[in-house]
């Protein structure tokens, strides 16, 4: 069949180039399902030993730089090879009992089991250097802002560690995602499965799966083994789109709180001052273009037919293998960013005390030392703010709204305002200080331990199964 040259320019040639990159799945699959033909008896086994013997010496050959005429994918191209050594009648009889449909859809999720292994791997080494850094900063403070407007004092550990519970929190879906992905479509035929006595359950072994699609209709039409990750990962890069957006404005000149070394600021070519640490921004273009791809992935699948239809071929899926690159950069550089922060104590003090970043903690002394109402207390404070925090202002606020004199003098204040006295106090579990910090590290590196091994025990499954299948493979002339 000879197909129009501007079809095979813009589809079949551009897929080819894609299948390319899965060869090494096409070939385990080949390997699996043969093993399965011969142990079941559906395929003569001398015919299944011929095979093997073309399989092996394919497997090692260089796949053709462009698509040959007449030829319309990987899969017929595969059988042609066999056909030129084996013959075409025995070279048929690798596809018994199988079709594109469950072929195509296999591969597709086992190239995105080992990017998603990969990437859960590269958020857990982040999320435990995020955890090393609030180790090593529990007595640094920090100024957190509502609104943007300057708020609160905090630890630097305490605002590191929300970023590490967030990520904790991808974590685990991406591992759900994994899980999804993780189950073999093979042995579903186009459709209905097929009236061969096939085991999936021996392929889906071979091919490092949990366990066969358990719905063969599902098995071709589901579109869970690409938007659950895709739903997944577009969550993490919109979080690290806001974790730019806090890092630039926190090293803004105007706020200088964040401060970064050399080795990742860029200069401007004309202003001798200028100290750009573009790094952030590169996470945010990073960030926006995979959370787009993501977000593209899904939407793909909008309003369309619950069959086999192309949406779940190798373009979407090429797609989705640009976004998870681009997600791995941003999230590399998310990592170098965490490791090179540095604080800025002098103006976070200095911030702290100009904006009246600390006075919720005075308002909360005169509250249990006067035993007033918050709202009297409150209303007192704001007026010392308003007066820029003139002692004299608030004896004269405490007096007329409480009715009583002020016995703290203008040291004890001064020390109720300080940043450390604000954060020290703050014992209650989730807050910044010492003990709830040391808390909340302890819960998040306990958690982070137990997806982890989790990760690494789907890993190992995967490779045991692997390299179970050639084994057999490579024995199976024996």
């Not at 048929?92 to 292994?117: K, P, Q, V, W, Y």
């Not at 170098?336 to 904006?355: F, I, P």
């Amino acid at each position: 069949m000879r197909f129009s040259e501007i079809y095979k320019e813009i589809v079949l040639d551009s897929s080819f180039e894609n299948w390319k990159k899965l060869v090494r799945y096409y070939m385990r699959l080949n390997k699996a399902h043969l093993l399965m033909l011969k142990k079941t008896k559906i395929v003569p086994q001398q015919i299944c030993v011929e095979i093997a013997k073309t399989l092996k010496k394919i497997e090692v050959e260089k796949i053709e730089e462009k698509l040959p005429e007449q030829t319309e994918d990987l899969v017929f191209l595969i059988e042609k090879k066999l056909s030129e050594v084996v013959g075409i009648e025995k070279a048929g009889f690798l596809h018994t009992a199988r079709s594109r449909n469950d072929i195509d859809t296999t591969i597709f999720r086992m190239c995105i089991r080992d990017e998603l292994m990969e990437f859960a791997h590269q958020l857990i080494d982040v999320i435990n250097v995020i955890v090393q850094k609030a180790k090593d900063n529990l007595e640094t403070l920090i100024l957190l802002y509502t609104h943007g407007q300057p708020a609160q004092v905090s630890s630097f550990t305490h605002y590191l560690l929300a970023y590490a519970f967030d990520f904790l929190d991808v974590l685990e879906n991406l591992i759900r995602s994994i899980q999804i992905v993780n189950i073999c479509p093979m042995g579903s035929g186009a459709i209905t499965t097929t009236g061969f006595p096939i085991d999936r359950d021996m392929v889906s072994e071979y091919l490092g799966f949990s366990e066969p699609v358990e719905n063969s209709y599902r098995a071709i039409a589901t579109s869970h083994w690409i938007t659950f990750p895709s739903s997944c990962l577009r969550i993490l890069m919109n979080d690290l789109t806001r974790f730019t957006q806090e890092f630039i404005h926190k090293s803004s000149c105007e706020v200088g709180i964040f401060q970064f070394p050399d080795e990742v600021v860029q200069i401007s070519s004309i202003m001798p001052q200028k100290r750009n640490p573009v790094i952030l921004e590169h996470i945010r273009i990073r960030a926006n273009i995979a959370h787009g791809i993501f977000d593209m992935t899904e939407k793909t699948f909008v309003n369309t037919p619950y069959q086999d239809i192309n949406e779940n071929g190798d373009f979407v899926l090429f797609k989705f293998l640009e976004g998870m690159k681009t997600a791995k950069e941003a999230l590399t550089l998310v990592k170098e960013t965490v490791q090179k922060v540095d604080v800025d104590q002098t103006r976070v003090k200095e911030l702290s005390l100009k904006t009246g970043a600390t006075t919720t903690e005075l308002a909360d002394e005169l509250v249990r030392r006067f035993n007033i109402s918050f709202r009297q207390a409150h209303t007192v404070v704001s007026e010392y703010v308003r007066s820029n925090m003139r002692y004299d202002a608030l004896n004269q606020s405490f007096e007329k709204i409480c009715g009583m004199k002020l016995t703290l003098n203008q040291k004890q204040v001064e020390k109720i305002l300080s940043p450390e006295h604000f954060v020290k106090v703050r014992k209650i579990a989730g807050g910044p200080g010492k003990k709830p910090a040391l808390e909340m590290i302890k819960k998040i590196e306990k958690i982070t331990k137990t997806l982890k091994k989790k990760v690494e025990m789907m890993n190992q499954e995967m490779t045991k199964s692997l390299e179970r299948l050639e084994s057999d493979f490579y024995s199976i002339e024996k």
